[in-house]
């Protein structure tokens, strides 16, 4: 993505910089929800005792209703009003949150814009959607995860780096956070001891950076990534153009 670019110095460069921001809305959201459906339902634990032949209630956590649970959304973009529309649809309500949230583009969403203190504290699912910067690198450290419910869920669909891994093997460890599915980490080129623990932790479910992935995403994304490099080359402007240049 464009946050690994120094968008700055390419502009300085004559250089344009484009992105494709809505070709996987849809994956994303529906990994997401996915995730959720994972731990609220136990599907892994779940899938363990079936293989172990005791088709038993014992072992398997303790399963709630999504109907009246809460999903914090930490950024309020294309994907995390998707992500915000199917969780109603599960009957849960919906908290979010963004810097830089403007109110009245939320008005039907069903979103309520809250302060990141009150999402941490008062959501079950807490869901990221922002793009990883200064600001929100390791957002997610030590003094948030105190913060949240002993028996809530972190789903990170977005960049490893807002996350501090480190602290997060710890609550998960020390049963002071409920679980976490991951599709992106920290360390997704090298395999790490970090990265080791969390995709065989009992209490991840960790997914290969795929999210975002589907023939259609992909067919989307080529599509419009060719159509905009034919754009510049015209002399027109892309139309997703993110930094400031002279066409």
């Known amino acids: 993505g464009y946050d690994r670019i120094d968008v700055d110095a390419a502009s300085r460069n004559g250089i344009m910089v484009t992105n494709v921001p809505d070709y996987c809305t849809d994956e994303v ?16 634990p779940s899938g363990e005792i079936a293989r172990s032949d005791t088709w038993t209630l014992e072992g398997l956590p303790n399963l709630q209703s999504l109907r009246g649970r809460i999903c914090g959304l930490v950024g309020l973009g294309k ?33 309520t814009p809250t302060s990141l203190e009150t999402l941490f504290r008062q959501s079950d699912y807490i ?42 093997i710890e609550a998960l460890n020390n049963k002071t956070l409920n679980g976490a599915g991951l599709d992106v980490l920290a360390s997704e080129g090298a395999v790490t001891p970090t990265r080791r623990a969390l995709v065989n ?38 139309y ?4 400031s240049i002279k066409i």
């Open 127 to 168: 869901s990221l959607h922002a793009p990883l910067n200064e600001t929100t690198h390791h957002l997610i450290n030590k003094e948030a995860l105190k913060e949240m419910k002993s028996t809530a869920t972190i789903i990170n669909t977005s960049r490893g780096g807002m996350i501090d891994e480190e602290a997060l």
């Open 29 to 44: 959201s529906d990994h997401t929800i996915a995730m959720i459906l994972m731990f609220a339902r136990g599907i892994v």
């Open 240 to 243: 997703s153009l993110v930094n």
């Open 201 to 238: 932790h009992p209490k991840a479910v960790v997914t290969a950076h795929t999210a975002w992935y589907s023939e259609d995403a992909r067919a989307t994304l080529q599509h419009k990534t060719c159509e905009q490099v034919v754009m510049a080359l015209k002399g027109e402007r892309p």
């Open 79 to 111: 994907i995390g009003v998707a992500v915000a529309a199917k969780a109603q649809a599960l009957g849960m309500g919906v908290l979010g949150y963004s810097p830089n949230v403007n109110e009245r583009a939320l008005e039907g969403t069903g979103i």
